[in-house]
């Protein structure tokens, strides 16, 4: 399902990141939530903690394990995202479509080979 909020920006989205669908923006969003709240439950003092590139693709990462298990390549695959680095490209198009904010510090370089996606989403064929 597409959030509201990818929705209504959708126009915008797509003029910045034209490659990736509606529902790829959707996954950066909840991703995004999804690493905060893992992040919250290891910093429990701070309220609003920045999430940094690096840490976002990690968070991102997790989730498509989380949520789509030995499918999550697929999945990814299915919306054109086939590197840490297009998770950034999403990332700077809702900056832009102001879904989310960014430091000064912040920029795509950030998303650069976090991982390989053949060995982060790597399928375990065991035999019976």
Same mark, same amino acid.
């Given at each position: 399902?597409? +959030?509201?909020?990818?929705?209504? /920006? %959708?126009d915008k989205l797509k003029e ?21 709240? @893992?992040?919250?439950? !290891?910093? /429990?003092?701070?309220?609003?903690? !920045?999430? +940094? ?7 991102? @990462?997790?989730?498509? #394990? ?8 697929? $999945?990814?695959? +299915? %919306?054109?995202? =086939? ?9 700077f198009a809702m900056v832009d /479509? =102001? #879904? #989310?904010? =960014? ?10 080979? $976090?991982?390989?996606?053949?060995? /982060?989403?790597?399928?375990? $064929?065991?035999?019976?």
């Amino acid at each position: 399902m597409i +959030s509201p909020e990818v929705s209504i /920006a %959708w126009d915008k989205l797509k003029e910045s990141a034209g490659a990736y669908p509606p529902s790829a923006f959707t996954f950066v969003q909840e991703g995004l939530r999804y690493t905060v709240e @893992r992040l919250r439950e !290891h910093d /429990a003092d701070e309220d609003e903690r !920045h999430v +940094s590139g690096q840490e976002l693709c990690l968070g991102l @990462r997790d989730y498509a #394990l989380n949520q789509y298990g030995p499918l999550a390549r697929t $999945v990814l695959d +299915s %919306w054109n995202v =086939k590197r840490t680095e297009d998770f950034g490209r999403m990332v700077f198009a809702m900056v832009d /479509a =102001k #879904l #989310l904010r =960014k430091t000064e510090e912040d920029n795509q370089a950030d998303f650069e080979g $976090v991982y390989d996606f053949d060995e /982060a989403f790597a399928v375990e $064929v065991g035999l019976c």
